[in-house]
């Protein structure tokens, strides 16, 4: 599997230290990480951005669940006035094993 780039925004959490009844994490970027987005998206701004998450265990995978939200500032493309947008998105991705992981992306046809 190919090495994944250097994010501007991430929170690693050890499977092991996740409780069984699971566990809210909640990642505010800073300003720093908002103008590394912002430079990585090639948009002007990225005003805030919040994520409200569930992590819980299920056997030897991590199923997170929650939300996204940002407001971020892109230009126009006709006058290259700053246009704010407001962003929100649901979250809901499982985590598992690197081999399961390499053998669904072989099984879909996915690059690794």
Do not use: W, Y
């Not at 030897?60 to 126009?76: F, P, Y």
Request: aromatic share 2%; net charge negative.
């Amino acid at each position: 599997m190919a090495a994944l780039p250097e994010l501007p925004l991430s929170h690693p959490l050890r499977v092991d230290s996740i409780a069984p009844r699971g566990i809210r994490v909640v990642l505010e970027a800073t300003a720093e990480q908002r103008k590394a987005i912002a430079r990585v998206m090639r948009i002007l701004d990225v005003e805030n951005l919040r994520a409200d998450l569930f992590a819980i265990r299920e056997d030897d995978r991590v199923r997170v669940t929650g939300s996204v939200t940002a407001r971020a500032v892109q230009a126009c493309v006709v006058t290259l006035d700053p246009v704010p947008q407001d962003v929100s998105a649901d979250v809901e991705v499982v985590f598992a094993p690197r081999e399961e992981a390499e053998a669904l992306m072989r099984k879909a046809g996915l690059p690794d």
